[in-house]
């Protein structure tokens, strides 16, 4: 597989080849396609964790176990403040 990259690529890849962060142009490419991987990898596993999440937040809602929702913004809102005035 050929990649036809624009100058600026090139040119950022050559100067992180300079500075001795890679030993060449095909090392650069190998990790950004590694970088690539892992965001994608994270994202779908953030994916799955959100869906159990709520799934879970459902499941609750069903037996009853909710939180009316001025109360659950007012818990919030005092989060905040008391963040806030932490800081």
Same mark, same amino acid.
């Given at each position: 597989?050929?990649?036809? #990259?624009?100058? /600026?690529?090139?040119?950022?890849?050559?100067?992180? +080849?300079?500075?001795? !962060?890679? *030993?060449?142009?095909?090392?650069?490419?190998?990790?950004?396609?590694? #970088?690539?991987? /892992?965001?994608?990898?994270?994202?779908?596993?953030? +994916?799955?964790?959100? !869906?159990? *999440?709520?799934?879970?937040?459902?499941?609750?809602?069903?037996?009853?176990?909710?939180? /009316?929702?001025?109360?659950?913004?007012?818990?919030?809102?005092?989060?905040? !403040?008391?963040?806030?005035?932490?800081?």
């Amino acid at each position: 597989m050929n990649i036809a #990259l624009n100058p /600026e690529q090139e040119q950022f890849i050559q100067s992180q +080849i300079d500075r001795g !962060r890679f *030993k060449s142009a095909d090392e650069a490419a190998f990790q950004a396609f590694k #970088l690539l991987e /892992e965001k994608y990898r994270d994202y779908e596993n953030w +994916i799955e964790d959100t !869906r159990q *999440k709520v799934d879970v937040a459902i499941a609750e809602l069903d037996r009853g176990e909710g939180v /009316e929702l001025d109360l659950a913004i007012d818990r919030l809102q005092q989060k905040f !403040r008391s963040a806030k005035e932490t800081t």
